[in-house]
Structure formats: C-alpha cells, structure tokens
C-alpha cells in the first residue's frame, strides 16, 4: 500500500522560517509535490521535486531525497497568511497500475505573532 | 480562464436522497479527477478520467456511488442512496500531461460541501 507520513500540526512566529517534513512508502515513484489549502479552500499547487534536490519559489523551497524517501517543505519569511493547512502528495502505482496521485494527510501551519 | 467550476457549492439531503455533484473543467485539460475530503480519512481520490473515459475507478467507495464524462467539459459524481458517512467535501480537479512533469500540478475546484442528515 502507499503511506505518506507528515505532522499534523506545526506552530510558527511571523517572520521564521518552518519545515514541513514528509516520508513516504510506496509502490514506485513518479515525484514529489506540495498543495496549500486555506480553510474552506481548494487545494492549490506549491511545487514538485522529481529529482534529488532544491526546488526555490520565492519564499517556498522544496526538497527530495529519493534514497530516503524524504521530502520537505521550507517556508521563509512566514507571513500570517501563510496559515494554513500543506499536504505532501506523490505519485505513486496503485494495485491497477496506474500512477495518480498520494496525498498525506496534512500539516497543519499556525503563524502566530 | 475561469478555472475549474463545481456545483451546488453546498447540498444538504437526507439520507436516501439521490446526490448530483457536477464538475467543468479547465478548457484544454484532458485529465479530470474526482477527490472526497474528510477530516478522518484526508484527501482521497475517487476516480479520474482522461479523454473523458474512466481509468481508473478503484477509489470509489462503493456500488452507491457512480460517475460519467459524457464531454470533455462535464462530469457528474453521483451517490444514490446517500448515507451521512457520505457527509465531505467533494472536489473536481484537472491537469493535463501526464506522462510530463505538470501532470503533478493539478488545479481544484473550490468543492461541494454535501451534508448527508
């Protein structure tokens, strides 16, 4: 089966920086992304790592090591409207053999000030 | 463009009751992608089509729940009879590509939140 493991909540001040951490177990891999949803919003695309490395999109970074199965997110300069919920989402090969996405179950980012 | 257009925002129904959940996607997309959310189980994807033809269905939870792409510019997710362990958001989302890198990069509608009483 797929498993992808990530905290639930992460608590950070204005201004930090915070990493989001994920790891995951699955059958194949096709790479690495991150979504942002705001409360009782849609999921929206971050980035995506397919290869071993840094990924920087302006305040965003994102990283993967495919020998660790290991990724993480990187928020510089948090703002409070960073405050939000991050999912990490790999595709993966379900039991059809078809590769769509995985997501984790979700970190939970509070920016306090 | 207008991006990705669900309805009814919101549905409230009894349990019993059939449930039509519409999806539009982008314009150009030919990959589209049925995602049920809940506190409990997270975001789980349900089925998703390319070119309008189902791939892969094996998300869906059970015989009650049932869904079509008669064009590349509608699809229906529907449950019939509604149970309130149905009770999530419902989200419609599509990408296109997906032997490309972008097929990662999937653009969601804002979601049908469906009350099962």
């Known amino acids: 089966g797929q498993s992808l493991e990530q905290p639930s909540e992460v608590t950070a001040v204005e201004g930090a920086i915070v990493q989001i951490n994920c790891t995951y177990q699955t059958s194949g891999f096709y790479g690495l992304s991150w979504y942002q949803q705001h409360d009782g919003g849609a999921p929206t695309f971050l980035s995506y790592n397919g290869l071993d490395g840094l990924e920087e999109t302006g305040r965003f970074s994102s990283f993967l090591s495919r020998s660790d199965s290991y990724g993480y997110l990187l928020l510089q300069e948090l703002q409070m409207k960073d405050s939000a919920s991050y999912f990490c989402?790999?595709?993966?090969?379900?039991?059809?053999?078809?590769?769509?996405?995985?997501f984790g179950k979700g970190t939970r980012l509070s920016v306090i000030a | 463009d207008a991006g990705v257009i669900q309805s009814p925002r919101h549905e409230v129904t009894e349990m019993g009751q059939e449930v039509t959940l519409r999806c539009k996607p982008i314009?150009?997309?030919?990959?589209l992608f049925w995602y049920r959310q809940t506190m409990m189980r997270g975001l789980e994807l349900l089925i998703y089509f390319n070119n309008n033809v189902p791939i892969d269905d094996s998300g869906m939870p059970e015989d009650r729940f049932s869904a079509k792409m008669p064009n590349a510019s509608f699809s229906t997710l529907k449950i019939q009879p509604s149970e309130p362990r149905d009770s999530a958001v419902y989200f419609c989302?599509?990408?296109?590509?997906?032997?490309?890198?972008?097929?990662?990069?999937?653009?969601f509608g804002p979601g049908t939140r469906l009350t099962v009483l």
């Open positions: 314009s150009g997309h030919d990959y």
């Open positions: 989402a790999v595709r993966a090969v379900w039991n059809s053999g078809n590769t769509p996405l995985v």
């Open positions: 989302a599509s990408t296109n590509n997906l032997l490309g890198d972008s097929y990662n990069e999937q653009f």
